[in-house]
C-alpha cells in the first residue's frame, strides 16, 4: 500500500524546527542576541581603538554567553527529567504490549 501525499508525515523545515525550539526555549536566542551584540561592540570599539570599552564588551561577551550555556543546559536537565517519567518497567510495558488499549 502506498500513501498519498496527505496521509504522509510532512517533514519539518528547518525554519519550522527553529521557530519550535525558540519558542519552547526563549532564552537561548535571546541569550545569543546578547552575545552577538556584546562581540559587534567589543570589535567596534576594538576597530576604533577604544581598548578600555573593547575590553568591558568581551567581558559583557564571555558572561552572556555563560548565561546561555546554563540556559542550555537547563533546558536539556528539564527535558530529560520529562523523558525519564516516561520511562515504563518491564511488566507496564509487557501489559501495554499484551493488552493494547487497556490501561
Known amino acids: ?28 536566542p535571546i541569550g545569543s542576541l546578547i552575545t552577538l551584540g556584546f562581540l559587534t561592540s567589543g570589535l567596534k570599539s576594538f576597530v576604533d581603538g577604544k581598548a578600555m570599552r573593547s575590553q568591558q564588551m568581551m567581558r559583557g561577551r564571555v558572561l552572556a554567553q555563560g548565561v546561555t550555556v546554563v540556559a542550555i543546559l537547563g533546558y536539556a536537565a528539564a527535558n ?10 518491564t511488566a507496564e510495558r509487557d501489559a501495554a504490549v499484551l493488552a493494547p488499549g487497556r490501561k
Open 1 to 28: 500500500l502506498e500513501m498519498t501525499s496527505e496521509e504522509r508525515p510532512r517533514a519539518e523545515s528547518s525554519w519550522d524546527k527553529f521557530v519550535r525550539k525558540s519558542t519552547d526555549q526563549p532564552l537561548v
Open 80 to 89: 530529560g527529567f520529562k523523558q525519564e517519567k516516561k520511562i515504563l518497567t
